[in-house]
């Protein structure tokens, strides 16, 4: 299998708010929610670096989709990282996070491998790494 993934799909509980979350609160492009006039088919999609898509989708279309049982969320299933140059920059993230109504699990600070990282959850629980790495530069 060749590496080609190109979107990140994440079930969500309330895609409207999940939608305000990642367009409002941490400042993602975005059509809005597309695909109503499907059942199953509302989404939002935004544009990341190098054309990856974050889509949002409900978690029980997403479990029919896949035809798979809808189970409970667990937030220790895999985890998003976003790195960024600087300090500073990770502990203005997590407060625009936290500020748009995140949960902050682990405030940000110095790591084990050098650099300085925190970690934020969604208001659907995925986690969300936010850290600067000294070894490998961001790509902005």
């Known amino acids: 299998m060749k590496s080609r993934i190109s979107f990140l799909t994440l079930g969500v509980d309330d895609l409207e708010r999940a939608l305000r979350f990642y367009r409002d609160g941490l400042g993602l492009a975005t059509q809005g929610i597309v695909g109503t006039e499907f059942e199953y088919g509302a989404v939002a999609f935004f544009e990341l670096e190098t054309g990856l898509q974050l889509a949002l989708w409900p978690r029980a279309s997403l479990a029919r989709d896949a035809g798979v049982a809808l189970g409970p969320p667990s937030a220790t299933e895999f985890a998003l990282a976003h790195n960024v140059d600087s300090r ?53």
């Open 88 to 140: 500073d920059e990770v502990d203005a993230v997590l407060e625009q996070a936290r500020q748009a109504g995140a949960k902050i699990t682990r405030p940000a600070g110095e790591t084990f491998w050098g650099g300085y990282a925190g970690y934020f959850q969604d208001p659907d629980g995925h986690l969300w790494e936010v850290a600067w790495n000294p070894h490998r530069p961001s790509a902005a």
